[in-house]
């Protein structure tokens, strides 16, 4: 029996725990079922209390103290324990059917999908190479305020990349917190990040800030984080790396504001699709009374 889930992911203050509240709140509006998960053991507070939280068999407080490893180094230490003890999570999952969404809620160090085999060992054993046999769907969240900043948005948008190579799974990219750039950015120019192109870094307003600012600062330390961010060799790394994406041409993004429930609803429609939920679920039987409404009395 298949199982479907989404495995919620992006870098810190993407506003995925935030996104996973309103994702079930839009769930219960329209009678679906759905199961959270949890994991991210430095998470403490929640919309909806989560159904399995990583919490419960070891937390990044208890990790960094009995350990003495710093944030990182204690999330990494968290998933390797995890891995070893992959029943705490087949336990709870396993008897779910195919009418829930299982909604993965992941921490957001980015190294743990991009750089460190951790979640992508994670998401074989949940997927149909593991023993769950999930429909997983990775959503990956980046914020849109990085859409300001032109180096951000390609930095953010090539961890993504990452992402989607590392796991092997279908892959929704999402920009979240669009309430917060739509007083600031036009539509017309919103709709030119959807899909990243490297010609967004020709009308980039921090390089026509930075040749200005060279200008005035003629003087300045060569070694400043200024003159680094200003210099020739960053923007030589900032075409490389968008030229690299434009050539994969893997990502492009949806655009979520997560106080709209119908923004929220599209985005599910996208996961829905890419899981296959729907070509899962049976068809439901009709009603006696809806089947045969007329009785024999009626007939005669």
């Not at 429930?261 to 439901?284: M, N």
Request: hydrophobic share 40%; proline share 5%; net charge negative.
């Amino acid at each position: 029996m298949s199982k479907f889930g989404v495995l919620v992911m992006g870098p810190a203050g993407a506003g995925k725990t935030t996104f996973c509240s309103a994702l079930i709140q839009h769930l219960r509006n329209n009678k679906r079922s759905c199961f959270y998960v949890n994991l991210d053991p430095a998470a403490e507070e929640f919309v909806y209390e989560p159904d399995l939280d990583i919490k419960d068999l070891i937390s990044l407080e208890d990790v960094m103290e009995e350990v003495g490893l710093g944030p990182n180094g204690g999330l990494i230490y968290c998933f390797e324990f995890l891995l070893e003890n992959l029943e705490f999570l087949t336990e709870a999952i396993d008897p779910l059917t195919e009418e829930y969404l299982i909604i993965i809620d992941m921490p957001g160090q980015i190294e743990l999908y991009t750089h460190i085999p951790v979640v992508p060992t994670l998401v074989r054993h949940m997927t149909r190479f593991g023993s769950l046999n999930v429909n997983l769907c990775a959503t990956y969240l980046l914020e849109s305020t990085f859409i300001i900043d032109r180096a951000k948005y390609f930095a953010g948008t090539l961890s993504a990349m990452s992402a989607m190579i590392m796991l092997e799974v279908p892959h929704v990219n999402v920009l979240s917190k669009m309430d917060l750039v739509k007083g600031t950015v036009s539509r017309r120019n919103l709709k030119r990040f959807i899909d990243p192109d490297m010609s967004l870094l020709d009308d980039d307003p921090a390089e026509t800030d930075g040749r200005t600012a060279s200008a005035d600062k003629s003087g300045a330390d060569p070694a400043g984080a200024e003159s680094v961010m200003g210099g020739g060799s960053f923007k030589q790394l900032n075409r490389a790396v968008a030229q690299l994406i434009d050539d994969f041409s893997m990502v492009s993004f949806l655009q979520l504001d997560v106080q709209d429930e119908d923004s929220v609803g599209a985005i599910l429609s996208y996961i829905d699709d890419a899981v296959q939920f729907h070509e899962a679920q049976e068809p439901r039987e009709p009603n006696d009374e809806l089947e045969n409404p007329y009785d024999d009395t009626d007939m005669a």
